[in-house]
């Protein structure tokens, strides 16, 4: 009789082991994911940030200029810089002024005006000369 009363309390002590090891996993994956669900989230508004100042970018007035010339939305934080290249075309970057992602859309340049091109929309610099690129993020 008394070895039956000390398997069951063994067992009630198994379990609770168990669950306090279960439970000390679950809390330790769940602060692991939290870093991951923050890294996201800031990708996520850093994107929004460069799309935003992308599209601000292409409904401004840009003078005629060589090299890289750059616009500020202190209110929304975002910048917009247009590289003016031969004929009339033109590369405009747009990103948040306190984010590192930057998105690049191709553009054909009429007077002031720009006009996006079509499947010219891309997440990385495309030009052979990165400090170039470089140069107008200022990141």
């Not at 009363?5 to 198994?14: A, D, E, Q, R």
């Not at 935003?52 to 007035?61: E, K, M, P, S, Y």
């Not at 247009?82 to 075309?89: A, I, K, W």
């Amino acid at each position: 009789m008394n070895q039956a009363g000390n398997s069951t309390l063994g067992m009630v002590l198994m379990v609770l082991l168990m669950g306090g090891l279960t439970l000390q996993a679950t809390r330790t994956r769940l602060a692991q994911d939290m870093v991951l669900v923050a890294d996201e989230q800031h990708y996520h508004q850093d994107f929004w940030q460069a799309a935003g100042a992308l599209q601000w970018g292409t409904v401004q007035h840009w003078p005629h200029s060589q090299g890289w010339q750059c616009q500020d939305w202190a209110a929304e934080k975002w910048r917009s810089c247009l590289l003016r290249m031969e004929g009339d075309n033109g590369l405009l970057q747009g990103h948040g002024t306190e984010r590192e992602l930057a998105l690049w859309h191709w553009v054909s340049i009429q007077g002031n005006q720009l006009k996006p091109r079509a499947q010219g929309w891309i997440d990385y610099c495309p030009l052979a000369d990165a400090a170039l690129c470089q140069a107008a993020t200022g990141i």
